[in-house]
């Protein structure tokens, strides 16, 4: 405590230069994010401790495994906007038909793999009370369906959920739906 005292005395006195630099300083070692359709290229991405900050905030103190849900589909929502504008991917609209050969265009794989690292992302820093981060899943009703996706689990009662990001542009908040359902081809529920 008499540090954090002593370092708000020191950063009244000179400014806030120090405390400023430090804002801009990366959160997190640098995470490789998919750039392009089955995630063939990519770029590594390192946020500030500001843009981290907007993730934290997101998530409250007291909260449920249902609320935690929709919390995460605010920070994913988040983290694609603020790594959309670093890797370019922001341009990304949902489906793979849409922006089919344009730049920044995700498929599933990419968007699977992308979801699933901003999961862990929050996983590690604490920010998921309710939920374990999953290895991704893959449902193929017909040999040319072949469609992959981010995966949570309750960790109340072993509920496992998809946490797909595919079917909407980028920025938008990914659908959250029980895996049976997602497997099954089940439509998401209205927002």
């Known amino acids: 405590m008499e540090c954090i005292r002593a370092a708000i005395v020191v950063c009244s006195w000179v400014g806030c230069l120090a405390c400023s630099m430090a804002s801009a300083s990366p959160v997190h070692q640098p995470f ?5 359709y089955h995630c063939d290229t990519g770029r590594m991405v390192t946020l500030t401790d500001s843009q981290w900050r907007e993730v934290r905030d997101i998530f409250a103190i007291d909260t449920s495994p249902s609320q935690e ?7 994913i929502a988040l983290l694609e906007q603020k790594v959309g504008a670093i890797t370019g991917t922001w341009r990304d609209l949902g489906g793979n038909v849409a922006g089919a050969g344009e730049p920044g265009q995700l498929d599933c794989i990419s968007e699977s793999k992308n979801t699933t690292t901003y999961l862990q992302l929050m ?5 998921l009370k309710w939920h374990a981060v999953e290895p991704r899943e893959v449902r193929h009703p017909f040999i040319f369906d072949v469609h992959w996706s981010a995966v949570i689990r309750d960790r109340t009662d072993g509920k496992r959920f998809v946490v797909d990001s595919w079917f909407l542009d980028n920025g938008q908040r990914p659908y959250v739906q029980p895996l ?12």
């Open 32 to 36: 490789f994010s998919c750039t392009d």
């Open 69 to 75: 849900r929709e919390e995460i589909r605010r920070a």
């Open 123 to 127: 996983s590690e820093d604490g920010l």
């Open 180 to 191: 049976e359902d997602w497997l099954d081809g089940r439509h998401f529920d209205a927002e």
